[in-house]
């Protein structure tokens, strides 16, 4: 045999072996893609689950759960409370309220704190009612119009707070 030839049989079986290769890596990604696919699918289904027929997510003032004595007894005032103040004292951030918010507020009181449910195990979701004096401040778009008065601004958002060890601690504020 020539050494042409040997030298066209190595570069065509290279060849051959590299389309090879390819295909079997197409296949595998396509198995993965389907995969994530599922994964979505699953992930969207969830979601629905959680709204109803227009599309808007259910509120959860709909059917609040009944919060355990244990739960009644945590000073969930405090807690909250204490999360604004590391805001409003720069000591940490938060999506929905910042630093000039809060500061815009001047005084402000908790009027109420609702339980809703619990989420997943040792973490705990609550509707919160804040009267904020001062007409002029900063909120975002979570007044409560039903609540608020000429007077004052009331807003409502909901608070999550966890059970870590023995501790209930803050987890995050949503609208």
Not at 3 to 18: D, P, Q, T, V
Not at 78 to 88: E, F, S, V
Not at 98 to 109: F, P, Q
Not at 158 to 168: L, R
């Amino acid at each position: 045999m020539s050494s042409k030839k040997k030298e066209n049989i190595i570069i065509y079986g290279s060849l051959i072996a590299a389309i090879i290769c390819l295909i079997y890596a197409g296949i595998d990604y396509y198995r993965d893609f389907s995969d994530s696919v599922k994964v979505k699918d699953e992930i969207k289904e969830a979601f629905k689950e959680m709204t109803n027929e227009e599309g808007e997510a259910v509120k959860a003032v709909e059917a609040p759960a009944e919060e355990s004595a244990l739960l009644k007894k945590i000073d969930k005032k405090t807690i909250i409370t204490n999360r604004l103040n590391d805001i409003k004292n720069r000591k940490s951030e938060d999506d929905m309220f910042d630093y000039k918010m809060i500061r815009s507020w001047g005084s402000y009181e908790i009027l109420d704190i609702k339980y809703q449910k619990e989420v997943i195990d040792g973490y705990y979701m609550y509707l919160v009612d804040i009267k904020i004096p001062n007409l002029d401040a900063s909120i975002p778009d979570i007044k409560n119009e039903e609540l608020s008065t000429d007077k004052y601004i009331v807003i409502s958002f909901k608070t999550f707070i966890i059970k870590n060890n023995d501790k209930y601690l803050f987890k995050h504020f949503e609208k």
